[in-house]
């Protein structure tokens, strides 16, 4: 069946700082890729998206590419902030649901 | 106003009560999910619906039923609830989208409704 498998956390991180949540998968045929973000005390929102091969998605300074080759989705931002402060959610969509990862925290501190 | 609401927000219960908790959508979608969120587990399927007639189950359908009352309505009900149905419930739209549009499959979630059974 689909699954996905992300780093565990939490991820400390100082304000600035480089940060990358690994994130693989296993799917049959080619599944569409997904980051949501959780802030506390919220529901969960879109972050970006893939839907092919070596499509690259971003926002908010957000970046991940979809590998084929590699069957992983990493997220990456150059430069995060601590209102990135939350949880991150790596999930692939087969036939019209999403399987989610297990989530992600991450933690910037000032 | 949110696009996607819940009721209750949060509910204390004890074990074998019945208990409903409600979603409501203002965007128009024609699919519905509901999800629950446990620690370290992420989120994972309890059922979902592609329209008023469609009802589907998910991963973890047992002990649950669901109910759509009409395109922008979803309820969720544990007939009798159990201690590990404690969990962060939420309630996700999405609309069909064009097969690799914009729009695909992109789900919006409700702000979650936190059911403690005790």
Known sequence: ?110 | DADVTQTPRNRITKTGKRIMLECSQTKGHDRMYWYRQDPGLGLRLIYYSFDVKDINKGEISDGYSVSRQAQAKFSLSLESAIPNQTALYFCATSDRGLAGGPRENEQFFGPGTRLTVL
Not at chain 1, 41 to 51: C, F, H
Not at chain 1, 70 to 98: I, P
């Open chain 1, 1 to 110: 069946g689909n699954s996905v498998t992300q780093m565990e956390g939490p991820v400390t991180l100082s304000e600035e700082a480089f940060l990358t949540i690994n994130c693989t998968y296993t799917a049959t045929g080619y599944p569409s890729l997904f980051w949501y973000v959780q802030y506390p005390g919220e529901g969960l929102q879109l972050l970006l998206k893939a839907t092919k091969a070596d499509d690259k998605g971003s926002n908010k300074g957000f970046e991940a590419t979809y590998r084929k080759e590699t069957t992983s989705f990493h997220l990456e931002k150059g430069s995060v902030q601590v209102s990135d402060s939350a949880v991150y959610f790596c999930a692939l969509r087969r036939y019209s649901t999403l399987t989610f990862g297990k989530g992600t925290m991450l933690l910037v501190s000032p």
